[in-house]
């Protein structure tokens, strides 16, 4: 092996650990005593561990509840996204018609916006609709915010793939939407993983709005419960550490699930292409 070799895995091994150190110090803070969170000792390696803060996390009322109520938003609004997205992405991608140019830009700067300013507008929309204090109300908010991307990225898969194929799987006797559910679906398998987990991470993280259109505690998303570790006398490190690596457990399992269809989708289309 090389010296360029050996410094690029060298350079690799220390970019991961400075993005992988958080993680494990939010692991680590989890399994301390309550004794040793308020410690000024620097200890990578916790002395003594305890399982007590992740019972302290799971037992907290409001978790399943809280749980099942992101599952619900963040999964709805990121299907949503896919398929109107896609259909975008279909629509810019291989037909031509009067002011696509612009329609394209006008979603990149859409996603410009911060989200923050989008915060009275939203609340105004969602309570004249009848919509504020229900969970439909971050679905739509979330769905909004994540279409444009999904369509600006899912539009660059779609232009990746020749329209040959899908030319020449019509001459073959599919119709145009047989060519596309055959042919191109498959081979947007690495953009769908890329673009669906962007969306899922970006709602379910989301603490802002689902502060200010939910109130309800049985309503409340996972962010939400999660502050309420904090307290007027102080907060509690241990159980927050220990909910927080709970918070992040249905993402790396969402993750793991969509990366096996990524490699299905990918074998698949090279298949059938």
């Given at each position: 092996?090389?010296?360029?070799?050996?410094?690029?895995?060298v350079?690799?091994?220390?970019v991961?650990?400075?993005?992988?150190?958080?993680?494990y110090?939010?692991?680590?803070?989890?399994l301390?005593?309550?004794?040793?969170?308020?410690?000024?000792?620097f200890d990578?390696?916790p002395s003594?561990?305890?399982?007590?803060?992740?019972?302290?996390a799971?037992?907290?009322?409001?978790f399943?509840?809280?749980?099942?109520?992101?599952?619900?938003?963040?999964?709805?609004?990121?299907v949503?996204?896919?398929v109107?997205?896609l259909?975008?992405?279909?629509?810019?991608s291989?037909?031509?018609?009067?002011?696509?140019?612009?329609f394209v830009?006008?979603?990149?700067?859409?996603?410009?916006?911060?989200?923050?300013?989008?915060?009275?507008?939203m609340f105004?929309?969602?309570?004249?609709?009848?919509?504020?204090?229900?969970?439909?109300?971050?679905?739509?908010i979330y769905?909004?915010?994540?279409?444009p991307?999904?369509?600006?990225?899912l539009?660059?898969?779609?232009?990746?793939?020749?329209?040959?194929?899908?030319?020449?799987?019509?001459?073959?006797g599919?119709?145009?939407?047989?060519?596309?559910?055959?042919?191109?679906?498959?081979?947007l398998?690495?953009g769908?993983?890329?673009?669906?987990?962007?969306?899922?991470?970006?709602a379910?993280?989301?603490?802002?709005?689902?502060k200010?259109?939910?109130?309800?505690?049985?309503?409340?998303?996972l962010?939400?419960w999660?502050s309420g570790?904090?307290?007027?006398?102080?907060?509690?490190?241990?159980?927050?550490?220990?909910?927080?690596?709970?918070?992040?457990?249905?993402?790396?399992?969402f993750?793991?699930?969509v990366?096996?269809?990524?490699?299905t989708g990918?074998?698949a289309?090279?298949v059938k292409?």
């Amino acid at each position: 092996m090389n010296a360029k070799k050996v410094s690029a895995n060298v350079v690799a091994v220390l970019v991961a650990a400075f993005f992988a150190f958080p993680t494990y110090w939010m692991v680590t803070t989890a399994l301390k005593p309550k004794k040793d969170l308020l410690s000024s000792s620097f200890d990578l390696i916790p002395s003594s561990v305890t399982s007590g803060n992740f019972v302290t996390a799971w037992t907290k009322p409001g978790f399943l509840q809280s749980l099942g109520n992101s599952l619900l938003v963040s999964l709805s609004a990121v299907v949503a996204a896919l398929v109107i997205g896609l259909l975008a992405a279909l629509a810019m991608s291989r037909m031509r018609f009067r002011g696509r140019k612009g329609f394209v830009m006008l979603m990149l700067v859409a996603q410009m916006a911060p989200f923050e300013a989008l915060l009275i507008p939203m609340f105004l929309m969602m309570r004249d609709l009848g919509l504020y204090q229900q969970l439909s109300s971050l679905i739509l908010i979330y769905f909004a915010v994540t279409l444009p991307f999904c369509a600006w990225t899912l539009r660059g898969f779609v232009n990746g793939i020749p329209i040959e194929l899908e030319e020449a799987a019509m001459v073959d006797g599919c119709g145009r939407w047989g060519a596309f559910r055959r042919v191109t679906l498959p081979l947007l398998g690495p953009g769908l993983v890329a673009t669906s987990v962007f969306a899922f991470i970006t709602a379910w993280n989301e603490f802002l709005f689902a502060k200010v259109m939910v109130r309800a505690e049985d309503k409340e998303t996972l962010p939400v419960w999660l502050s309420g570790f904090q307290s007027a006398f102080g907060t509690d490190w241990g159980g927050a550490m220990a909910a927080s690596a709970l918070f992040t457990v249905p993402v790396l399992v969402f993750f793991l699930i969509v990366q096996r269809k990524m490699v299905t989708g990918v074998t698949a289309g090279a298949v059938k292409g």
